[in-house]
């Protein structure tokens, strides 16, 4: 599996990358969003709601598991981080195959109830602002995905 890379120097940046991903996304595109606190994961699915049509405020899942947005395309936005020691299905497949995008925080612990295809992103801490971003596609959707992506933003 290729991995793609790129450095955002600041939040703005990285609202602004994920915004233009958030264009090119589809429904049933998921994204797992990993990083430690205060990485910028709400920062990204910001800027991926923006890129979705989505005008609401975004703000982390953090003590309802899942929020709903709708724009062109509809956003779920999961943070399973309370899930840790749940082994309850919770129709999350209700998501991962509708008619949204959803992105997974904390996504290790759900791994089994995962769909192979995905798209995983780490987001690590550089700098005091920066950040690097590792895309990392599971699957023939994803890997063209980040092609067109990296091929319409090469370098950033």
Known sequence: MKAYELISNNPEETWEIARRLGKLLKPEDLLLLEGDLGAGKT????GLASGLGIERNVNSPT?????EYHGRIPLYHM???????SFEDLGFDEYFYGDGVTVVEWA??????????????????????????VFK?????????????FDENPGN
């Open 108 to 133: 290790q612990f759900i791994e089994d109830q995962l769909p192979p295809d995905r798209l995983a992103i780490d987001i690590f801490h550089e700098a005091e602002n920066q950040r690097r971003i």
């Open 79 to 85: 943070d399973v981080y309370r899930l840790e020691d």
């Open 137 to 149: 596609p599971f699957g023939t959707r994803y890997e063209a995905l980040c092609e067109e992506f």
């Open 43 to 46: 920062t990204f699915t910001k």
């Open 63 to 67: 003590f309802t598991i899942i929020k």
